[in-house]
C-alpha cells in the first residue's frame, strides 16, 4: 500500500489570496491525482500530476486557478489561485496503482471567507 | 458519461441488524469496469474497504460483500449484522477502464450506527 501525508489538514484563507496544499507519498508513485470534494458530493476528478510536466486537466479545472507542480515521484502540490468562497471544499489527492487500487491522503479542508 | 449512484445519503441502523446500501453505475465503456467501495471512518482518510474486477463475482472484508452484478449493473454493499463501529461515510465508486486513470465515485453514504 501508500502512504500519502497531506498538509495542511484545514485551512481558513481569504477571498483573493492563494493558497498551497502539498501531498507526500511514503513511496515511489507513478500516476497522482488532485480531487475537490463539495460537502455531501461526490469526489470530483480536478487534474492528473505529471512528474516534470504540465498536470492534465479534468473539464471544469484549469492550471491559471489551480496550477499542479510535481518535481518528482513522491511530491506533489495543488495551489488555489485568487480563492473565492466557492473554492471551498476538501482537496484529496491519491495515487493509483498498478493493481488499479486508489490510494487517497487524509484531505485538506479549505474555508474561504 | 460514466457514472455511480448511491441512492441513500444518510442510513442509520441500530446494532446488530443487517445493512444494505444501494450502488448502482452505468459506463460508457465497453470493458467491464472494476468496481470498488470506499470507508472513510471520522478523522481518517478515504480506505479501500474492497474491490470486485470480474463480473459476477463477490468481494468481502470486515464483514461486508458486494456482488458486482452486470446484468442489473449493481454493487450493493451488504453486512449480516453491523456494529456501531462501522459507523462512517461509505463510498462506491468504478474505474471504467483498466487502461485509463480515472476513478468515479458516487456521492457517498453516510451510516449511522446506534447502539
Known amino acids: 500500500s501508500v502512504l500519502l501525508y497531506q498538509k495542511p489538514n484545514r485551512d481558513i484563507c481569504q477571498s483573493g489570496t492563494s493558497l498551497k496544499i502539498q501531498c507526500v507519498a511514503d513511496s515511489q508513485v507513478v500516476s497522482m491525482f488532485w480531487y475537490q470534494q463539495f460537502q455531501e458530493q461526490s469526489l470530483m476528478l480536478m487534474a492528473t500530476a505529471n512528474e516534470g510536466s504540465e498536470a492534465t486537466y479534468e473539464s471544469g479545472f484549469t492550471k491559471d486557478k489551480f496550477p499542479i507542480s510535481r518535481p518528482n515521484l513522491t511530491f506533489s502540490t495543488l495551489t488555489v489561485n485568487n480563492a473565492r468562497p466557492g473554492d471551498s471544499s476538501i482537496y484529496f489527492c491519491?495515487?493509483?496503482?498498478?493493481?488499479?487500487?486508489?490510494?487517497f491522503g487524509k484531505g485538506t479542508r479549505l474555508t474561504v471567507v | 458519461g460514466d457514472s455511480v449512484t448511491q441512492t441513500e445519503g444518510q442510513v442509520t441502523v441500530s446494532e446488530s441488524k443487517s445493512l444494505i446500501i444501494n450502488c448502482t453505475y452505468s459506463?460508457?465503456?465497453?470493458?467491464?469496469?472494476?468496481l470498488f467501495w470506499y470507508v472513510r471512518y471520522p478523522g481518517e482518510g478515504l480506505q479501500l474497504l474492497l474491490k470486485v474486477i470480474t463480473a459476477g463475482q463477490k468481494g468481502s472484508s470486515r464483514g461486508f460483500e458486494a456482488t458486482y452484478n452486470k446484468e442489473t449493473t449493481s454493487f450493493h454493499l451488504q453486512k449480516a449484522s453491523v456494529q456501531e463501529s462501522d459507523s462512517a461515510v461509505y463510498y462506491c465508486a468504478l474505474v471504467p477502464d483498466t487502461n485509463a486513470y480515472k476513478v468515479i465515485f458516487g456521492k457517498g453514504t453516510h451510516l449511522h450506527v446506534l447502539p
Open positions: 491519491s495515487s493509483l496503482h498498478p493493481n488499479t487500487e486508489v490510494f
Open positions: 459506463t460508457t465503456s465497453i470493458a467491464y469496469p472494476n
